[in-house]
């Protein structure tokens, strides 16, 4: 069935719905923001606030959307991200797949929630769980990443709880906060 693409383009879609970059949780990220990230104290150091930037762009025909983060340190190291957002073709649901320069990349993608204009995911990675929310609202983007370190493991999918039965608690990591440039 064709349908029209993310720029007034053409697409063909196999089951007659929109692309990646049309869906609603994807079309207000789409473009260039700059402004800052604050990381939570931590084993990476103080708390501190750095310069950065996001881009949003569609790929493949708007079937996907690339994601692109930097951010540069006070003494010139830097910290980069780059996801790609994709739609489940059954479940409608948004997919994420991340990778940054700490070098740790996930085995697949992970699904998405999408409730309130909030985009809400948490990913397992060896040192445990990040868990981001990702928003824009009044013309301001914020991605917020909280952490969570890595229970018993038993090789599942799902976070584990500890011996008196609670899962650890998310800890803030980043809360970024950005405007388009």
Known sequence: MQGSAPGGGQGVYD??????????????LIGHW??????????????????????????AGGFGVVQSYRHVEADGRHFEGHGIFSIDPV??????????STGASPAAAARCTWHGGVI???????????????SVEGGVLQHVTELRAAGTSDGGDKPHADADGKY?????FMRSVFRRA
């Open 15 to 28: 089951d007659g719905g929109a692309p990646a970059a049309g869906h609603p949780a994807l079309t207000g």
């Open 34 to 59: 700059r402004g800052s990230t604050v990381l939570a104290a931590g084993p990476w150091g103080p708390e501190r606030s750095v310069d950065a930037e996001v881009s949003y762009s569609p790929l």
């Open 91 to 100: 479940r409608k649901d948004v997919l994420w797949y991340y990778i940054d």
């Open 120 to 134: 809400r995911v948490e990913r397992q990675g060896g040192a445990g769980w990040t868990r981001h929310a990702i």
């Open 168 to 172: 650890p608690a998310y800890r803030p």
